[in-house]
């Protein structure tokens, strides 16, 4: 769980240093809520389907008050995991 925790927070600092993804919330234990900027629901769901296929993470889009965003609940932990972020087009 401690792993988590840690991989949760290190992604909440490399979305605070990125312009065009943006924290929904803080985090709360593992859970990572954020979106990028201008994403239709088409493209979080393929970019979601990518990062699964690639095995580099497990993020799933949902909405959050009415908006579009993607909760990040768990990840497969591969050595490519830090770059998930940046996975896709801006």
């Given amino acids: ?16 240093a990125l312009d065009y993804v943006e924290m929904v919330r ?9 979106r990028r900027k201008g994403w239709t629901s088409e493209q979080y769901t393929e970019w979601s389907h990518q990062l699964l296929r690639d095995q580099i993470a497990f993020v799933t ?9 993607v909760v990040s609940r768990s990840y497969i932990p591969t050595r490519r995991t830090n770059s998930w972020i940046r996975s896709s087009s801006r």
């Fill in 1 to 16: 769980m401690q792993s988590a925790v840690d991989i949760a927070h290190r992604t909440q600092q490399k979305i605070a």
């Fill in 61 to 69: 889009p949902t909405k959050w008050e009415a908006r579009r965003s």
């Fill in 26 to 34: 803080p985090i709360s234990l593992s859970i990572v809520l954020f």
